[in-house]
C-alpha cells in the first residue's frame, strides 16, 4: 500500500507534465485544472463483470433501437408505452433528424452509462449519456503510467489490458465510414474542458485531429483542408461538439465552431457522425425513466442492470409521492449534466423547499426524483499528504461502444468525491478519479 500511495504522486506528476488537464468556466473564466488521481484501484472480478456487460449491452442496444424509432415509425409511442408530449418536448429531440437514418442504423456509437454498487453490491443504472460521452483517456494514460511506474503489478495479476479503446474505436469508425474517407475527431479547440481527451482519443485511434475552419462541405461532400490547402475526403466525423453548434446551416446561426451545410451531407447519407444528431432525446434524464420499458418493448427481456428508483412528476401519483417527500429525495433537472441541476431535498431549508416544490408543480417535465441510494464508498489516500486511507463515495462510467458489435471496454472511469459529505462525484465539482480493473478469469 506504500508503493501504490507514492505512486500516486508520481502519477499525478507525470499527468501534469502530459498535460492531462480539464478545464472549466468559472464567472466567466476558463480555468483549466489537474483531474487528481488517486492509486488504489476499484477492482471488479470476472463473474461480476461478465453481469455487468450483459447487462450494459443489453441497455445499449434497447436506446439505439429506441432513437432509431422516435425518429422513424414511433411505434412505442404509438403503443402507449412513452407518452408522445414527453418525447417531443424534450430538450433533445431534434425534428431535423426526422427520418435520417445513420450508416448501419447506428445512433449511439459511444455510449457512457453511469452506475453506483449499492451497500448491497448491487449495480443501479444513475443515468445514460449518448451525446458526447467523455472521461475514457483518463483510466487509459493513468494506467499507461502506472504501467512505467510499477511495471510487475499488470505482469503478475490478471488484469485485463485496457489499451484496445483506441482500436475499438477505430474500428467502429471504420464501420460506419462512408466511402473510405478519413476518420476526423472534430474538437472545437483547446479551450474545450476535454481537449486533452480528443487529442489523446485521435493519437490512439490513428484519426486526424480537425479544428474549426479545417472541415469543409462541397456539394454535399465533406473534405478536410490540410496545411497546404488539399482537400481530402471525410467519410466519419467523431465530433465532440454539441448538436446546436455543429452547422450554423441549420441549427444556432452564429456559431463560429460549426461545420456549413453538414447536416445536408449528413442526411445525404455522405458522412458519418459520431455520434448521431438527436442522440440527445434519449439522453434526457425524464426519458431515462422509461429505459427498462424500452428494453421489455423492443427486445422482449427483462433489464438486467436497473434504474435508481425514480419518480416522474408527470404522473400524479408520482407527483403527489414527490411533493410529499422531498426532503428525502434528489431532484435533477432533466437538461443539466456534469452534476449541475442535482438537488438533495435534505440539504435545503423549509423555505428553499417550498421554492423547490413551486418549480416542480410550474414545470413539472423539467425534473426527476430520485431515491438516495447509499452507495459504496471506496478507499481513497486522503489529500493531506499523511498517506492515511479515507472512504468516499465513487461511481462509474463504462463505456460501450456500438459498431459491427456492440462491445463494453474492459476498463471505465470510476469517479469519487474529495468531499467526505458529498455524493456528487463529478470532475466539474471538484472530484477526482481513480483505475477500474477488471479481473481476468
Not at 448501419?104 to 443504472?125: P, R, T
Not at 463504462?398 to 463529478?426: C, D, H, I
Request: aromatic share 12%; net charge negative.
Amino acid at each position: 500500500m506504500d508503493e501504490l500511495y507514492e505512486s500516486s504522486g508520481t502519477v499525478n506528476s507525470w499527468l501534469e507534465r502530459l498535460g492531462v488537464r480539464f478545464g472549466i468556466y468559472k464567472n466567466g473564466q476558463f480555468k483549466e485544472q489537474l483531474f487528481p488521481y488517486d492509486s488504489i484501484p476499484r477492482v471488479i472480478s470476472a463473474t461480476e463483470y461478465k453481469e455487468l456487460e450483459k447487462g450494459l449491452i443489453q441497455r445499449t442496444d434497447a436506446l439505439n433501437q429506441f432513437i432509431y424509432d422516435v425518429y422513424h415509425d414511433k411505434k412505442i409511442i404509438k403503443d402507449g408505452v412513452i407518452p408522445p408530449e414527453f418525447v417531443y418536448s424534450s430538450k433533445g429531440y431534434m425534428p431535423e433528424a426526422e427520418g435520417v437514418t445513420p450508416p448501419m442504423n447506428i445512433y449511439s456509437h459511444i455510449s457512457g452509462i453511469d452506475l453506483v454498487q449499492a451497500k448491497d453490491g448491487s449495480w443501479v443504472i444513475l443515468e445514460d449519456n449518448l451525446r458526447i460521452p467523455s472521461g475514457a483517456s483518463y483510466p487509459m494514460i493513468a494506467r499507461q503510467v502506472m504501467r512505467k511506474v510499477h511495471p510487475s503489478i499488470f505482469h503478475d495479476t490478471r488484469i485485463l489490458d485496457n489499451r484496445d479503446y483506441g482500436q475499438l474505436l477505430s474500428s467502429m469508425m471504420d464501420y460506419v465510414n462512408v466511402g473510405g474517407g478519413l476518420n476526423v475527431i472534430f474538437t472545437p479547440g483547446r479551450y474545450n474542458s476535454a481537449f486533452f481527451e480528443h487529442s489523446y482519443l485521435a493519437e490512439k485511434s490513428g484519426a486526424v485531429l480537425a479544428y474549426p475552419g479545417e472541415i469543409i462541405v462541397e456539394n454535399d461532400y465533406v473534405y478536410y483542408v490540410g496545411l497546404a490547402g488539399e482537400k481530402q475526403k471525410v467519410g466519419c466525423i467523431y465530433r465532440r461538439v454539441s448538436d446546436e453548434y455543429m452547422d450554423p446551416n441549420a441549427f444556432v446561426a452564429d456559431s463560429l465552431i460549426g461545420i456549413p451545410n453538414l447536416l445536408q451531407a449528413y442526411k445525404k447519407g455522405n458522412v458519418a457522425v459520431i455520434n448521431a444528431f438527436g442522440n440527445g432525446v434519449a439522453d434526457d434524464k425524464g426519458i431515462y425513466y422509461f429505459v427498462p420499458k424500452m428494453i421489455k418493448y423492443y427486445l422482449n427481456e427483462e433489464p438486467i442492470l436497473h434504474n435508481a428508483p425514480t419518480y416522474l412528476p408527470y404522473y400524479k401519483e408520482d407527483y403527489d409521492y414527490i411533493l410529499g417527500n422531498i426532503e428525502k429525495l434528489v431532484i435533477k433537472d432533466v437538461s443539466e449534466a456534469g452534476g449541475y441541476g442535482v438537488v438533495f431535498g435534505r440539504d435545503l431549508d423549509e423555505k428553499k423547499l417550498n421554492e423547490l416544490k413551486e418549480l416542480i408543480i410550474k414545470e413539472p417535465r423539467r425534473f426527476i426524483a430520485q431515491e438516495v441510494i447509499d452507495f459504496k464508498d471506496l478507499e481513497i489516500f486522503d489529500d493531506d499528504g499523511s498517506g492515511n486511507r479515507v472512504m468516499r463515495k465513487a461511481d462509474l462510467r463504462a463505456f460501450v461502444v456500438s459498431g459491427k458489435e456492440t462491445k463494453v471496454w474492459p476498463s471505465g472511469l470510476t469517479r469519487f468525491s474529495r468531499n467526505p459529505n458529498s455524493f456528487v462525484v463529478n470532475s466539474s465539482q471538484g472530484g477526482g478519479f481513480k483505475d477500474t480493473w477488471i479481473l481476468g478469469e
